[in-house]
């Protein structure tokens, strides 16, 4: 890896920890130069606006998505054990940051705002929707799941149970928040095993 290429990874980790707490608009290059110690011309040369920062940041978070929660469950059997692996995974995915999951907080704060950054969340966020209802699928085929039920349906109400769990852990602080996703999860994986 170049130098040039090596310090544009480490000034994307570093805007990537600092998104989590500030959230994706908060992230601008005065605040991330300070935290690098370059200034704001030295960032320039690595990203032409705030914007393409922000863009550079959901990329490096989806790759660290899919090595973090999406491989390992992927390393598992198709079925239950691939399905309670990706959701365990996701669940620590959100305490690998002092801000949270980016994805969960940025879909709120964007979900409205026409641009590029609304356009590469949506991108990353369909790609995980789609990981999910894929490996639901999986877990059809391979009787785990009735293959009566529909597997966008599974990652509609699986992504409900991943945001709800986002904001009782940032917003109230539940301690109890991973408890009760992990009974809202099984009580979804004992519905899709049912036959209606």
Partial sequence: MSKGAETYTAIVEH????????????????????????????????????????????????????????????????????????????????????????????????????GPVRDALREQLGKMLASVARIADSAMACNALSAEHCSKQFAFEYWGIILTLHQHQRLFAAEDAQALARTAFSGLLKRFQATP
Wanted: glycine content about 12%; charged content about 15%; overall charge negative.
């Fill in 15 to 114: 805007a990537l920890n600092l998104s989590s707490e500030l959230g994706l608009e908060g992230l601008t290059i005065g605040s991330l130069a300070s935290q690098v110690g370059m200034s704001k011309s030295g960032l320039y040369a690595h990203f032409a606006s705030k914007e393409a920062l922000q863009c550079a940041v959901l990329q490096a978070a989806a790759t660290r998505f899919s090595e973090q929660v999406l491989l390992p469950a992927l390393a598992q059997p198709a079925g239950l054990a691939r399905l309670n692996t990706l959701f365990e995974q996701w669940m620590r995915w959100g305490g690998l940051f002092s801000g949270g999951c980016l994805f969960a907080a940025g879909g709120f704060e964007y979900d409205d705002r026409p």
